[in-house]
């Protein structure tokens, strides 16, 4: 699963991008994550700016973690929804409604997971050694808890098996979305949904340990993306990035 992940400036694009890609929605993001507070620590049921289709075309909204259908009776739902599983995301009562209509791209620094057989486990920091934007393929929501009431507008990130580099760490990893992907997966059909979900490239990652405190919502200092020194074992690896 991806239950914690990072975002913050400066985003810079330190690679060509496919021309698809070089619209306002791109540059509005970038410039909303370089002015916006950091965040070295999102969890669920905070709000994340994320990039989704409404009215107007491709916009960047401001959302929050943790999916509610719109049939919920209550937000609390929202709880068991922060990931969404690939396998199972478009026909999953709780998704495929989303998956068919609303679908999304969380930005991130990297994402954290945990390793280890046991309490206290140590968090990695995973990331891009390429890149200082990464996209998680995500879906999203409207709920009203009645008919007239302002709406609540949720997202959740969609997870899939993990990489070479991921998988030392978790069995699972949120889907890293490639540029040339991005505008398909926004506003392509559910059928070219499932294709991207079914054919993923390897992404290009690296990962770290960092400090345990990432493991307590309210620490939100950008010493949690900095690499500490462990001891190494079997159960806790040090660093590794994609071959």
């Not at 914690?4 to 496919?18: E, W």
């Not at 909303?32 to 075309?57: E, W």
């Not at 937000?75 to 709780?94: L, S």
């Not at 490639?178 to 490239?201: F, H, R, Y």
Request: hydrophobic letters at 35%.
């Amino acid at each position: 699963m991806c239950g914690r992940y990072a975002l913050y400036g400066p985003i810079s694009r330190k690679r060509p991008l496919p021309e698809e890609t070089q619209n306002d929605w791109l540059g509005e993001l970038i410039e909303q994550v370089n002015r916006r507070k950091p965040r070295y620590n999102f969890a669920p049921t905070q709000t994340s700016p994320i990039v989704g289709v409404g009215p107007n075309g491709i916009n960047v909204h401001e959302l929050r973690w943790g999916l509610v259908p719109f049939w919920a009776k209550d937000v609390k739902i929202g709880y068991k929804a922060i990931n969404a599983r690939a396998e199972t995301v478009a026909e999953k009562p709780m998704f495929r409604a989303a998956f068919k209509d609303r679908r999304c791209l969380v930005p991130a620094r990297g994402y954290f997971e945990w390793k280890g057989d046991k309490p206290p486990k140590q968090p990695y920091f995973i990331h891009s050694p390429d890149t200082d934007l990464l996209l998680f393929a995500g879906l999203w929501e409207t709920w009203r808890p009645e008919k007239d009431a302002e709406p609540l507008y949720t997202y959740t990130i969609v997870t899939g098996p993990p990489g070479l580099v991921s998988g030392d760490i978790h069995d699972r990893a949120p889907v890293i979305l490639p540029p040339a992907l991005w505008t398909t997966w926004l506003t392509g059909t559910a059928e070219e949904a499932k294709a991207i979900l079914q054919s993923m490239p390897e992404p290009s990652l690296a990962y770290y340990p960092v400090s345990k405190a990432v493991g307590t919502p309210k620490n939100d200092e950008s010493e949690l993306v900095e690499p500490i020194e462990i001891e190494l074992t079997k159960q806790h690896p040090a660093t590794r990035t994609t071959p």
